[in-house]
């Protein structure tokens, strides 16, 4: 091939009004896979539909295979193209072969079309390819009805080598295939990635690791985001990209917590705009184009909600904190534990502002580059604090309690606030009657208070609710009911979750990142489906320890 190079430059797609393709650019070198993931209807098959010489609609822009532009190419170029250059194997197996033909014959048929080897050698040439994905001499005189899908699936890529194309393009390449024979298939792919190029078409993570090279997410038609498959699956910088993570089973099964809400499209602005949890005006205005880093977000991808460093506390004459340093990012959700007077909750205080540092710095780009209400105001950072029986005033109604963050800020007039009030209590699952909302707030139970003092943090929508010992003071059956309720308020609105507890079952549960809090210092970070690291400050740490979120 006429050089390594696939290009897409504003590449678009489109059936009548409807784009399925809208934009796209990225460009990819070999000798490397390029692997393509996202959600169904991304636009993935369209695109390996393209790279083939049969996208499935008008075409715009730049597609650049080699030396060839398959967005302008005449149908001449193109059927040169597909016939000798290119080959694609579609998702389908079961609908991609000739029933009337045998395995043999459809593998022998493209060496006799396109390469002109006789019969008899095209046959050979056919039962080697064959023996080289683990299917006998045997089945070789199967028609594909007598033939299982992981049979077919790998006749289909013997199929596909057997013109020797400079691109091979592969839909879902192991989608039937069982553990051994997928990891044949997936070592015959890695030798093929450096004899020709080679685009893999998946939603699935785990190949998508396995083969490296590039990867490109795609959502809504468009590239979220682009570069070395390793650098991009281990530390994502979109935040769709990391909600596609999120929700693959084993990397750790979370709910798409970050991504509320379903696909929708949308003629301007940001196409994951609707269910990305740092959307800002703009991104309902204009389409982001990827930067230097590939990554394609007005933000400059997943911004940091909250950064300290280095903080510094002592409280008559004892530290209480030593030099903590943390960050939380939009949408995510980071637990800190330690035991009872590790400084804890003096952390959260001070992350809320409620206490100074003696040292140390504390920032919020993230709320502040937002243009919202900065961190104590709307969209900024909410608390729910401990004590949530204590924190409420012993005079105050459910409305008072509920509505008193949105009169401190001036924000109360209107006559909108009966119903703002309302939502917030619907949304955490209590009363909406004027009978409760009447009712003395400490006469309520004591899950209905750590609910009501939910409400209130979120009347506010923050970016980011720090909560602490959220579930400490109750009993197991209401403590699973308020942990259930925070994930689904955090999945409907993409808030980011900074939690105190001292129960590393309830952290391994609900974070993306623990932080153990020891000795006044944080001691380690750890992920929630790993042992937490021997460190002497952890009294958590139990060896071999895995604790399931769910
Ligand atoms: S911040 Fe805006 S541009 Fe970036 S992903 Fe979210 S909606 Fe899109």
Redesign the pocket.
Known sequence: MEGTLIEAIDFSVSIGASRLLTRLSFRSEGPEPLVVVGESGAGKSTLARALAGIAPGRTAGTLRVGGLDLATAGEAALLAWRGRRASIVFQDVHGALNPQHTLIEQVAEPLRLHRAVSRRNARHAAADLLESFGLAAPLHGRHPAQCSGGQLQRALLAMALASSPDLLVLDEPTSALDPSTRALVLARLRTEALRRRLVVVTHDIDLARALGGRVLVLYGGGAMESGPTELVLSSPR???TRGLLRAWPREGGKDLQGIPGSYEERAVG?P??NR?C???AR?DEDR?TPDGNGVA???GGIVTVLAAHDLHKTLGGRPILQGVSLEVQSGETVAIVGESGTGKSTLARILVGLQRPEAGTLATPGIDSAGGGGRNGRGGIAYVPQNAAGSVAGHFSVFDVVAEPLVIQGDGDGGTLPATVRRALADVRLPTADAFLERCARSLSGGELQRLAIARALILEPALLVADEPTAALDASVQAKVLRLLLDLQEARGLALLMITHDLPVARRMADRILVLANSQAALEATPIDPLPTHPNNAYHRDGETCPRN
């Open positions: 979109h935040p769709y940001c994951f705009a990305c740092q959307r800002v991104c982001p977000c007005h933000r």
